[in-house]
Structures are given as C-alpha cells and as structure tokens.
C-alpha cells in the first residue's frame, strides 16, 4: 500500500465517531437546549409575572439583561475550569446551578428574589460553552468538528422556538409558577445519563494526547489576534441572536399587530430554520475538509458568508405585506445558521484542546457583551423613535462587521502552536 493510501486510510479512522461519542454529543445537545429554554423562559412569562409582581417596564427590561452580567463576567474563569479541572464533574455542578435557580424562580414573590436567581442562573450556565469546545476540541475530529458543533447550535435555537411556541402555551394554562418549577425539576433528570456517558480521559483523540496536559496561559491566548478577530464576530453574531430572543415578539405583536397565537407561530420559526441551517452546513463544511478541502477557506468562507448574509433582516421593517417580510426574516436566519455551523469550529482548531476552554471563555465573555447591549439598545430606539426600522440597522452594521473581522483580522484557521507545545 503506497504512503498516500496508508494516510488517507488513517485519517479515515480518526474521523469516525464511536457510539459513545455519538451519545455524549446526543447529552451536550440536550443540554443545551435546556441551557436556552431557561435563559429565555423569562420572556415568555414575562407579561404574567410583570402583572402578579406589578414590574415597571423599566424593571422587567433589567431582569431580561441580568442573567447576561453574570453569564458574560464569569466565561473568562468558567474557562480556566474547564480546561484545568475534570470538565465532566465540573459541567455537571454546574448545570445542577443552573436548573435549580429556575425551578426556584417558580417560587419568588419580589423583584429582588427573581433578580437574584437570574443571577445565579447566569453563573450556572456560564460554563456551558468552553466546556462544550474542551470536551469537542478532546474528544471530535477535525472531519467532524463542525457537525458536532452544528448540532449544539441547533440544540440552542430548538429551545428558544419550544420556549416561545410550547411555553406561551404552558404559560396561558398553568401559570409561569408551575412554568418554572417544570423546567427547572424536570431538567435535573439529565444529569442521570451524564454520569453513565460524560466523556472520560480514556476517550481522548489522539491530537489531544499530543497537546499534553499544560494549559497556556490566558496572557499568552490573548496575544493572538485570531482571538480578537473571533471574539468581535462572535459579538456581531449573538447581537442578532439576543435581537431576535428578546424583541422578535414585541415587535411582531406591537408593530405587526400579530395576535399572540399567531406570534407564538411565527415568532418561534425562525429559530427552527437557524437550527436545520446550520446542521446542514455544518455537515457539508464538514464533508468538505474530509474531501481535502482547505479548513481555512471552508470554515471562514461559511462563517463569514453568513453573517454577512443574515444581514438582509434590515429590510424587514420595510416590507408591508407579512408574507414577504415573514420570508425575508427566515432567510436571515437562514443564512446565520450557515455562519453558527463554523463559529466553534474555527474557535476550536485555532485554540487546540490544550486551550479551547480558555480561549471559548474569553471569546464567549466578548460575544455575550451584545446580550447587555442588544436588549438595551433596541430599547432606546424604539423608546426615542417609536418603530423598530432603526433597531434592524443597527443590527445589519454589527453583523457585517462580524463578518468582516473573520476575513481581515483571524484570515487563517490553524492550530496556534502554544509554548506548552514545545515543552
């Protein structure tokens, strides 16, 4: 057998996926659609809980951010503990964090109760997403890197669209109390299959055990500009994400006039089509690079394309008639999908899994200042001006500029060889 076939033969073997990796990515994915029903639950009740609390529109528009200031603040360390203790362990507390803080949020009578327990459920999830790139920079192939993270990504925009289509519905007959106490208890049972399938050191790939167990130094990851170039598209990504989680369905009903039936519909969509957008792309991407494509021009020519792409929701609050511009906001999202396919794929090629959970928890604390900002400067606009159209600008610049830092500041998608490399 000649060299090239032995090499194309081996490389075939490093990108198959084992029944256990399939079913601890089937448990990443569950998770985090749990993960974005509970952080998104709070809309939803939202009109229920401000009439029972008597909440200011001011007062529910900081409730809705604050789970953002502890998310958002805490990547940078949740990072360094994933990539410096047992992430299994550490995933699982965590997430334990997390629902028990919703199934308590069923329970509160003030402001300041719920406020707190959106507190504490941003600390919770705060780990989810660097320790999703350790476990899949440790444990999945490059051949298989942006399936795997494109199936995470559905798993976070099928909970937002059961969040909004099946939880107005729970919310109208059972009250956001029992809402609440459901998801939280209920969430709780997952940690059950996680202690039979977490992923174990033994599973590790072969390029993992390479990288040795020394971590570089967060000081070191900031020095490269890739991490810059994904934390400034991460942001102009997730600003279009929290635009669509928190106002899409204020701004179907208050500016649409949609009924909340019919926004419950229409409004939880988009979030399906992102979800089998980017599972798609993921998978082409994937099969690709298995095919000898380029990863540098496979995974930024995806990503960048769909950012820049899903910039097209400007013309949303243009067309008048619901059918074109119903059309108009899937195609959006459809075309962010195709982006949310590479996002962690390129994070995790360029970190290496000696530094994914630093590096994701540094670009994840970054992407996620737009959950402050979004929210709140949708807010103001519509305050100053009375109508969303200057909102959905705002939201096309900072996508395009997403884009445009993946071409022109991260420009290659390389493994970063780290000074604990060479040790």
């Known amino acids: ?68 200031w502890t998310y958002a603040a805490l990547q940078i360390p949740a990072g360094w503990l994933v990539d410096r203790f047992n992430v299994s362990w550490t995933f699982a507390i965590c997430y334990a964090v997390w629902s028990l803080s919703t199934a308590a949020t069923g329970l509160v009578t003030s402001f300041t109760m719920l406020l707190m327990f959106r507190l504490i459920l941003g600390v919770g999830e705060s780990v989810a997403y660097p320790a999703y790139s350790n476990i899949l920079a440790n444990h999945f192939p490059q051949g298989r890197l942006a399936l795997a993270n494109a199936l995470i990504d559905a798993g976070s925009k099928m909970g937002p669209f059961l969040g909004t289509l099946v939880g107005a519905l729970l919310v109208d007959k059972l009250g956001w109390r029992v809402f609440f106490l459901s998801l939280g208890l209920g969430g709780m049972l997952w940690l059950i299959p996680w202690a039979f399938w977490a992923p174990r050191k033994e599973t590790r790939m072969a390029h993992a055990v390479k990288s040795g167990s020394a971590s570089p130094s967060l000081l070191e990851i900031v020095r490269v500009r890739g991490l810059w170039g994904c934390s400034l598209a991460h942001f102009g990504g997730n600003y279009f994400w929290y635009f669509l989680v928190t106002w899409l369905p204020s701004y179907l009903v208050e500016e649409r006039k949609f009924s909340m039936q019919h926004m419950a519909v229409l409004g939880s969509m988009p979030f399906i089509v992102i979800a089998a957008s980017a599972i798609t792309a993921g998978w082409l991407s994937d099969r690709w690079i298995r095919r000898g494509g380029s990863v540098s021009k496979i995974r930024l020519g995806f990503a960048a394309t769909g950012l820049a792409g899903a910039s097209i929701i400007v013309l949303v609050p243009l067309l008048t008639t619901e059918w074109k511009a119903m059309f108009v906001l899937h195609l959006a999202g459809f075309l962010y999908g195709i982006y949310s396919s590479n996002l962690w794929a390129i994070t995790q090629t360029l970190a290496g899994p000696s530094a994914a959970g630093k590096w994701s928890g540094f670009q994840n604390c970054a992407g996620n200042m737009s959950g402050v900002i979004a929210p709140a400067v949708t807010g103001f606009i519509v305050a100053a001006t009375g109508k969303f159209y200057l909102a959905f600008v705002a939201c096309a610049v900072v996508l395009l500029i997403g884009s445009m830092s993946y071409l022109f500041i991260v420009r290659k998608v390389e493994p970063v060889r780290w000074s604990t490399d060479w040790a």
């Open 1 to 68: 057998m000649r060299c090239d076939e032995v090499k194309c033969v081996s490389q075939a073997i490093q990108d198959k996926v084992t029944a256990a990796q399939w079913k601890m990515l089937a448990l990443l994915v569950l998770s985090v659609w749990i993960n974005y029903i509970d952080r998104a639950n709070l809309s939803v009740a939202a009109p229920q809980i401000r009439g029972e609390l008597g909440l200011s529109p001011a007062a529910l528009g900081i409730l809705l951010s604050a789970f953002f």
